[in-house]
T-cell receptor, first 111, second 116 residues
Framework: TQLLEQSPQFLSIQEGENLTVYCNSS?????LQWYRQEPGEGPVLLVT?????EVKKLKRLTFQFGDARKDSSLHITAAQPGDTGLYLC???????????FGKGTSLLVTP | SQTIHQWPATLVQPVGSPLSLECTVE??????LYWYRQAAGRGLQLLFY??????ISSEVPQNLSASRPQDRQFILSSKKLLLSDSGFYLC???????????????FGEGSRLTVL
């Protein structure tokens, strides 16, 4: 089983602070995806990283894929209350047909 | 445009009762379809996926089952619910050609099940 461990599980910060969340595995993934979920809704894709060492930026969010393609990180600069939500990383199964998700990092940004 | 719908949105069922959750996709053909379960704001657990009519892959041994009677219809069922079946059930399909290198999981609105 290709497990994805996310840390921290919970994070509560004030508006304007920076933060990093991590997604780690002992398995190599052909790609990793990051999703964001708001309460009562389905997750929505933020980014897909494919190449080892790849860095992608989405406004104040920076995503990095580890060189060995076993881990990834999400860095948020100057967090805003609108960033509040559950951040999930997901890796493609070896079968290629499905995604396994980590348990997520629940982020709360207070004004 | 492609859309995905699942129902019911909310249900409360007694232990031992049956369950049927339905999911339909519009605007695409032969999609890969998925059922995930999420407990109390935590990660998603893959339950079943299907790459075609009548083709079901089960990820977790349990008292749930899935069926795909039509190309764009995916049904999650149980004959007898357990307390541990409570959770937020999400149906999803993958956009694009079915590759996670270029596609994404697009989720339905979710069905919240409470088993009492």
């Amino acid at each position: 089983t290709q497990l994805l461990e996310q840390s921290p599980q919970f994070l509560s910060i004030q508006e304007g602070e920076n933060l990093t969340v991590y997604c780690n595995s002992s398995s190599v993934f052909s790609s990793l995806q990051w999703y964001r979920q708001e309460p009562g809704e389905g997750p929505v894709l933020l980014v897909t990283v494919v190449t080892g060492g790849e860095v992608k930026k989405l406004k104040r969010l920076t995503f990095q894929f580890g060189d060995a393609r076993k881990d990834s990180s999400l860095h948020i600069t100057a967090a805003q209350p609108g960033d509040t939500g559950l951040y999930l990383c997901a890796g493609e199964q070896r079968s290629g047909y499905a995604l396994n998700f980590g348990k997520g990092t629940s982020l709360l940004v207070t004004p | 445009s492609q859309t995905i719908h699942q129902w019911p949105a909310t249900l409360v069922q007694p232990v031992g009762s049956p369950l049927s959750l339905e999911c339909t996709v519009e605007g695409t053909s032969n999609p890969n379809l998925y059922w995930y379960r999420q407990a109390a704001g935590r990660g998603l657990q893959l339950l079943f996926y299907s790459v075609g009519i009548g083709q079901i892959s089960s990820e977790v041994p349990q008292n749930l089952s899935a069926s795909r009677p039509q190309d764009r219809q995916f049904i999650l069922s149980s004959k007898k619910l357990l307390l541990s079946d409570s959770g937020f059930y999400l149906c999803a399909w993958i956009t694009g050609s079915g590759s996670f290198l270029t596609g994404e999981l697009f989720f339905g609105e979710g069905s919240r099940l409470t088993v009492l």
